[in-house]
């Protein structure tokens, strides 16, 4: 599967966006799917994840009450919606996916296929 991530840009703190995650090449439905982030001289952090069977849904502590992670099947996309953003969001973004994933959602490693990364920058 291949994954696009798009929706990032500059907004003010307290200010929203919704990242996508687009995928082509197979169907998404099945796929855990995780948002992650990586700062300039920073690890690369989990974020979000959603699993492809049920629907359950992970958050980081950092972003838990501020961002959601959602699916649309029919568009095979997996969306990140951010609000009350603050300038520690700021960082790249990028998606993975992985049709076996049954646990270890919050580990990048456990990923199979990652998206190119969107830029999120968040001005105080």
């Known amino acids: 599967v291949q994954l696009q991530a798009s929706g990032g840009g500059l907004v003010q703190a307290g200010g929203s966006l919704r990242l996508a995650c687009v995928a082509s090449g197979r169907t ?3 796929y855990a799917v995780g948002w992650f982030r990586q700062a300039p001289g920073k690890e690369r952090e989990f974020v979000a994840a ?3 069977s049920t629907g359950s849904t992970w958050y980081a502590d950092s972003v838990k009450g501020r961002f959601a ?3 649309d ?3 095979n996309t997996v969306y990140l919606q951010m ?5 520690e969001d700021t960082a790249v973004y990028y998606c993975a996916a992985d049709p076996r994933l049954i646990a270890g959602f919050r580990i990048a490693r456990a990923y199979d296929n990652w998206g190119q990364g969107t830029q999120v920058t968040v001005s105080s």
């Open 28 to 30: 998404l439905s099945t």
């Open 50 to 52: 959603i699993t492809g």
């Open 69 to 71: 992670i959602s699916r």
């Open 73 to 75: 099947n029919a568009k």
């Open 83 to 87: 609000n009350s953003l603050k300038p």
